[in-house]
């Protein structure tokens, strides 16, 4: 019976014109390829996607037989040195053996056929290996940050077995690896100045390099929604910033979620152990996340958290008796409200199971201001104005108890809403008066109301409704390109040195 001769021994005799590869003996092939295999299999990124894959592929060498003859493979080796100039290291793709194998195979001095068996199979793991290791790296990033920060709440794109399984089938590697690129504008940038700072610099190892290179790993994470239009918040810029494309809407000032305390590691274990609320140490860090706003509420209602009520409301109302009643807080005891708060005796109650929920209402001191802006989160986390104007003057805004204070709310809700007419109603909601003038016996007539005391003019809440698809995003960049120049910001949350840690035997 007539056997086809295995293309990987056509390619080869017909590239070096040498008969020898003729003699290509799959199933001798394959017994090799799979104890080499098993050998570098606890070497690879993807054990399990490589494994799978070549037993569906019938353990053939596809890398090498469709990517040597043309010269593709050399191009691998190639853009993966180039990869220095991404801030990796090209040795964590095993460039050198890449190069080592190639070279072997280049010279094509082999006396039999069984000596090209171990050679094309490592050839060919090792490739693959490669290969998905450097586009997983290049395209999303060396490590998903998730696993690293405990507020890091973004579920970044990661290449999934059936992603990773079609580059390794790829009929195009130069497509692959093209595509594996990043061409982000601040990326690029970024990347410039890293060329820069090394021919400037003449030593990799100075903290301005560590510093671009973490922050273009950060820009390699791949952000898992539309961000055509987006907020962005970048915590230690203390800034907002609107972008629509290419264009910059808005760019503000903001305050943040506070530092964590110094030794919170250490008091978090001691509180473990006790549980005592007096033992738990603060950590106000704003989360990192993304999402899509849905709503705007003017004159909100502060839902107190329960950290807040047992760590502050708890002693303000057990220091004076009328706290509660002066700064509009009222308290609920089983979801039902308590007519008399200033007559509690706090001191009959254990911080740790406070009984009472706090809501303070709409209006003058609201520690929301006069505009909430609303999106899905897990953390409970909006933006929102604030009565303390005075923090954004601050040069570190990181102060608030974790959500983000905005500088100008009402040029925010102005973009956010839907049309003219929605944002001339939430201006007279905030006693402001309407741009479109025929409105202003409408607006007259609510100042009325609010002033008419006999009617006891209770303030509540109004919702509205924002612009479809507007994305939040809170990021933390401590370093990024500006006109030209590289800006970096203090590490407010100490999340570089974390990041390093990790990724640093990357680079």
């Known amino acids: 019976m007539f056997t086809p001769k295995p293309e990987i021994g056509l390619v080869l005799a017909e590239h070096f014109n040498n008969k020898l ?30 494994s799978a894959h070549y037993k569906q592929n019938e353990y053939k060498p596809l890398l090498v037989t469709r990517f040597y003859a043309n010269g593709n493979l050399d191009s691998l080796r190639k853009y993966i040195e180039n990869s220095q100039a991404d801030g990796f290291n090209p040795k964590i793709f095993g460039v050198d053996e890449l190069t080592r194998l190639l070279a072997i195979l280049n010279r094509d001095r082999f006396k039999t056929i069984e000596e090209v068996y171990p050679l094309i199979a490592e050839l060919e793991i090792k490739t693959a290996d490669a290969l998905l290791r450097y586009h997983t790296f290049m395209k999303y990033g060396s490590i998903n940050p998730r696993k690293y920060f405990n507020r890091y ?98 760019h503000m000032n903001v305050c943040v979620g506070a530092k964590r305390e110094e030794t919170y590691a250490e008091k978090m274990k001691v509180f473990l152990k006790s549980r005592k609320l007096d033992d738990k140490p603060k950590n106000h860090e704003t989360p990192q996340l993304v999402s899509v706003f849905n709503a705007v509420q003017v004159n909100p209602i502060w839902n107190i958290p329960v950290s807040i ?43 740790e199971k406070l009984p009472f929920q706090f809501k303070q209402g709409a209006g003058e001191g609201n520690a929301l201001g006069k505009f909430k802006f609303v ?48 944002y001339d109603n939430l201006r007279m909601e905030v006693d402001l008066p309407p741009l479109d003038t025929t409105r202003n016996t409408k607006y007259r007539k609510i100042l009325a109301k609010k002033a008419d005391t006999l009617k006891r003019f209770k303030l509540k809440p109004a919702w509205f409704a924002t612009r479809k698809n507007v994305a939040v995003v809170i990021t933390y960049y401590t370093a990024w390109v500006e006109n030209g120049k590289v800006e970096v910001r203090p590490d407010v949350y100490n999340y570089d040195g974390q990041l390093w840690e990790a990724v640093k035997k990357y680079m």
């Open 21 to 50: 590869y003729k003699k290509f003996d799959t199933v001798s092939y394959n017994q090799v390829f799979l104890e080499k295999l098993k050998e570098l299999r606890n070497h690879l990124s993807n054990p399990k996607i490589t």
């Open 153 to 250: 709440y973004i579920a970044v794109k990661r290449p999934d077995s059936v992603q990773l399984d079609s580059v390794l089938n790829t009929a195009d590697l130069l497509a692959v690896l093209r595509a594996s690129q990043q061409n982000n504008k601040a990326y690029l940038d970024l990347k410039k100045a890293l060329a820069f700072y090394r021919d400037s610099l003449k030593t990799e190892n100075h903290s301005a390099i560590t510093l671009i290179k973490l922050n273009m790993e950060r820009m390699r994470w791949q952000m898992p929604i539309n961000l055509e239009e987006a907020v962005v918040v970048n915590i230690p810029d203390f800034s907002l910033t609107w972008f629509l494309k290419q264009d910059t809407l808005a």
């Open 375 to 422: 999106f899905d989160n897990s953390s409970s986390i909006y933006l929102h104005d604030t009565n303390n104007k005075y923090g954004f003057k601050l040069k570190n805004r990181a102060i608030s108890h974790g959500c983000v204070r905005i500088e100008d709310p009402l040029q925010f809700a102005q973009l956010m809403v839907k049309d003219k007419y929605q």
């Open 309 to 351: 009520a047992q760590s502050e409301i708890y002693y303000q109302a057990i220091k004076d008796p009328y706290y509660l009643s002066n700064n509009n807080i009222k308290v609920y005891f089983r979801g039902k409200l308590v007519n008399d708060p200033d007559t509690i005796r706090w001191g009959r109650y254990a911080r």
